[in-house]
């Protein structure tokens, strides 16, 4: 579903007025995020090959870790959703979505695989590089130039609103990917990855990305009040962002560090708030 939003949210900012919801531009959209849908099974599947022992511990209901499915089965999910990713992405004709797929796999691939300079995930700044990569800028300028370019048929152009777009995703993914680990501290101790919640603390670690947060929001704001000619653009991006930063400090303070179970809801309540900013972005116009 994050995906399916995603996609959607950056495949709208090419749009210039209504005349350009086509029957050509949704058809555009939805043959785009088949290839990608399926990279993020591809994405899903292969991590969780590799973390079989880890899922154990701090998530034993996953499909795997449960034994709900065979090894044998994981690798035909994640081999054959990566082949009809990349075929589809060929079909589409577009180089630089094709390119993004590939991309788009390599660095899935660099995050789980344990092989050799592999095995990002062991690295809280590694784990961070390629939630931001492929999240914040990889997903946003691919989505937005197929979309400009070979669906709505102008040439490439980078917007101020595009460039808001990747500011403040890449602020939610590093977010994510270090408060993500907050509620899997025992599993990475026991199993020697240092995230940067196993090396600060989780409380050091929990104030860090609410800070990063309100700076975003502040931001936002500041570009609402300063950039935007619309005034309905005006009023969704200081409003909303207001509003969200007041739920997110309310929130952050019911946190409870010692239970598992409010960790995780924590969590899960960022991930809402980057789905809500998804569905702000389109009415940010710069």
């Excluded at 991590?47 to 994981?74: C, E, F, H, W």
């Excluded at 653009?233 to 200081?238: E, M, Q, Y």
């Excluded at 809801?265 to 972005?281: A, D, N, Q, T």
Aim: charged residues 15%.
């Amino acid at each position: 579903m994050g995906t399916v939003i995603a996609i959607t949210s950056v495949s709208l900012l090419p749009l210039q007025n209504l005349d350009d919801l086509t029957p050509t531009y949704f058809i555009g959209i939805l043959k785009a995020m088949v290839p990608g849908l399926l990279m993020t099974v591809y994405e899903v599947a292969i991590n969780q090959l590799y973390d079989v022992a880890i899922d154990k511990v701090n998530k034993p209901n996953l499909p795997l870790a449960s034994g709900d499915l065979s090894m044998r089965t994981g690798i035909a999910i994640a081999s054959s959703s990566l082949l009809m990713s990349l075929a589809m992405g060929i079909m589409l004709r577009s180089p630089p979505f094709l390119l993004a797929l590939i991309i788009w796999f390599l660095l899935a691939s660099a995050y789980s695989v344990d092989l050799p300079f592999l095995r990002w995930k062991r690295s809280s700044f590694l784990t961070t590089l390629y939630t931001v990569l492929e999240r914040g800028l990889l997903l946003q300028f691919a989505y937005f130039i197929h979309i400009q370019k070979y669906v709505l048929g102008r040439p490439i152009a980078i917007t101020r609103t595009l460039m808001f777009a990747v500011a403040i995703t890449c602020c939610f993914c590093f977010v994510i990917s270090v408060l993500k680990d907050i509620p899997d501290e025992d599993g990475d101790r026991e199993f020697g990855i240092r995230t940067l919640t196993v090396i600060l603390g989780k409380e050091s670690v929990l104030w860090l990305c609410v800070y990063v947060l309100f700076i975003a929001y502040g931001a936002a704001v500041i570009v609402g009040l300063t950039s935007s000619p619309y005034l309905l653009s005006k009023l969704v991006t200081i409003i909303s962002h207001s509003m969200l930063a007041t739920l997110l400090w309310h929130q952050a303070r019911t946190v409870d560090l010692s239970s598992k179970v409010s960790t995780l809801s924590f969590y899960m309540f960022i991930w809402k708030l980057h789905l809500v900013e998804y569905l702000i972005i389109p009415f940010v116009r710069l």
